[in-house]
């Protein structure tokens, strides 16, 4: 299938346009010098609305076309207290007319007790959202089925209050992970695609950081449709693994997913499953606890081309590219384009990126 014909499938689906799109794609002339590859960078950190956003404002936008088709004027969501995504869907939600609702997660163990507006947070309190804490220990992304379980029933029994009150509401869950937003990134691989072509080149690689796993399905999703030769490579910040809430399978299941909603018959798992390699290296001590690798990768990244990245998620993936740059998993001369899903704000809220003041 050509670019053009995948393009007129995704109009068709849902979408309420709130970010600024395409976003750009541009090249690192200092980091592709230095570490002899031709790198560039596509710019989901700068989709807007607002300065300070990410690669979940598309999924937002397509979750929330087919909200108020539905008829939702609430949209409750959680994540950990420094969600990207929380902040991004609320900012969505606000600029669609729809009530956002935030339900956040800190583990005070490790993150100590909440004293000021910080990061997202911050961005949060002004917008004025809806904000209920809840604790859960052990990580701030919850992990436990009892947690979860906690967080679920709180959830669900704000919403029982408000449809009591006669309103519709949608509940999103962690990292928007909801089916009507999982062909979101198709978009985003045309693009990127395209932007390249107009640069000259056909990319060998594409990498990003993975999470919740709402980019890589709609990416992959788009390069299978299209027989694109590129080879994703996802750093991830939570452990893949099969019995896990996020792995390989359940992405291969929303690419299908995507297939079906264009209706097309699906590829085999299997075919999918080939084209996802997950590196599981780069976690660190722990989600939301910067690595050492990362803030290197951060500071190197800001010295060298004025581009920031966040210590909860683009610091570690991009951590991985470096590494796999300098142990030659990626070839000298590939054209390398590293997906920047945001997390900016971030780098406001954890500790110890720079160290003290001094
Ligand atoms: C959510 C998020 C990710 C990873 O999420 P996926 O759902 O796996 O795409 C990566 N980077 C940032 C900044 C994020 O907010």
Known sequence: MQLNELEDFLDKLPRRKIGFYPTPFHRLQNMSRSHGINLFM????MA????LSGSKMRVAEM???QALQ???DTIITQGAHLTNSGMQFATAALVAGITPILFLTRDEKQHGELTEYRGNLLLDKLM???THYLSAPGSAYINRPDDKQRVLDAMNARKAELEAQGRKVLIVPTGGAHPAGFAAHVRTFLEMVGQARSAGVELD???HTTGTGTALPGMLAAKLLTGHPVKFRSISISNYQPDFWINEAIIAERVRHIFRSFSIEPLPEKAILREIEVDNRFIGDNYAVPSSESMAAIKELARQEGVFLGPVYTGKGF???LEHIRSGKVAPGSNVAFLHTGDTANLFEVSGVVGGFE
């Open 42 to 45: 596509k710019r989901e950190d």
């Open 48 to 51: 807007g609305p607002g300065a």
């Open 63 to 65: 979750i929330i076309g």
């Open 70 to 72: 539905d008829g939702v």
């Open 128 to 130: 004025d959202v809806e």
């Open 205 to 207: 690689y594409i990498y």
């Open 319 to 321: 951590a991985g590219l």
